[in-house]
């Protein structure tokens, strides 16, 4: 089965009403499918935190890097979260991203990476929010990024995937916050990756390795946790920058392009699914070459 297939296939699974307030029964059945699919690659660790007074999950697959490689090197987080807002079966957002990871937890567990890979299907994205104090809380992303810090652990770097599979060429079907329109293309058919400072060499790397199997891609660096163009933030990553760690969010721009966001008509017929089997492809490679 080729890896478009299966990424169908994980998509006919996860594209459900998976509201984890609204919809328990649909997100229950994802959240047990994810953890069946990571579970055929190792041990998933179960990451529980609670908000409003209820128990949420995180789930965690930890792969280990090549054998040859001698130093101790800190891992690079890849996370997709799986829940959705009400009345929506999410296929763009986010079942492309999950879907996505899982594919990523099979590549990498047959053929390891030069630094561990660390994999995390995150709940709750959609309940976040950011705090007086400009921090983002509230989410299953910042639950688990707090305990990384406690924790004091390292990240070679953070990858968000955030909505991966819509695309459309035609003129004028990409916005942007002011005054982005000016540098980057008017239509929809690239995927963006957004960075803090610090990862620019690996927006760069990663963009062309996604460029070299045929889709196109774009990619921008944020100052100052992405403040200044808080659309920047909206996803897993932005707990990550404001607890001090590199990390970049991997996206089709979302409501930026995509009219079924957060609607009922997000599903399966609606994407494009060659693009995002390119974006697979392109971060697997990418991801392999990282140094």
């Known amino acids: 089965m080729d890896l478009k297939q299966r990424l169908q296939n994980h998509l006919t699974e996860i594209v459900r009403d998976r509201d984890p307030f609204l919809s328990t029964a649909g997100h229950f059945f994802v959240r047990q499918y994810i953890h069946a699919e990571l579970s055929q690659w190792g041990k998933v660790d179960i990451h529980e935190f609670q908000i409003r007074g209820q128990t949420f999950q995180n789930l965690i697959l930890n792969l280990p890097c090549l054998q040859q490689s001698k130093r101790k090197s800190p891992p690079i987080l890849i996370g997709a979260h799986y829940d959705t807002v009400p009345g929506t079966p999410g296929a763009d957002d986010n079942a492309t991203g999950v879907s996505v990871l899982l594919e990523l937890a099979k590549s990498f567990a047959t053929q390891p990476a030069k630094y561990p890979i ?155 699914l060659d693009f995002l089997t390119g974006v697979c492809q392109g971060l697997i490679q990418g991801i392999h070459q990282l140094r």
């Open 118 to 272: 660390q994999l995390v299907a995150f709940d709750l994205e959609e309940y976040g929010f950011t705090g007086k104090d400009g921090i983002a809380v509230g989410s299953g992303a910042s639950a688990y990024a707090d305990l990384l810090r406690q924790q004091r652990q390292p990240l070679r770097l953070m990858i968000s995937l955030e909505m991966l599979g819509y695309s459309d060429a035609t003129p004028g079907s990409q916005r942007y916050p002011s005054p982005l329109e000016r540098f980057y293309p008017n239509r929809g058919d690239f995927i963006a990756l957004i960075g803090n400072l610090s990862i620019v060499p690996d927006l760069i790397h990663l963009s062309r390795n996604i460029r070299q199997v045929g889709v196109p891609s774009e990619w921008l660096p944020v100052p100052n946790r992405g403040r200044i163009v808080p659309q920047t933030r909206l996803s897993d990553h932005a707990p990550f920058w404001d607890r001090g760690y590199r990390a970049m969010m991997v996206t089709d721009t979302a409501m930026l392009r995509n009219p079924h966001y957060h609607k009922q008509s997000d599903r399966i017929e609606t994407l494009n």
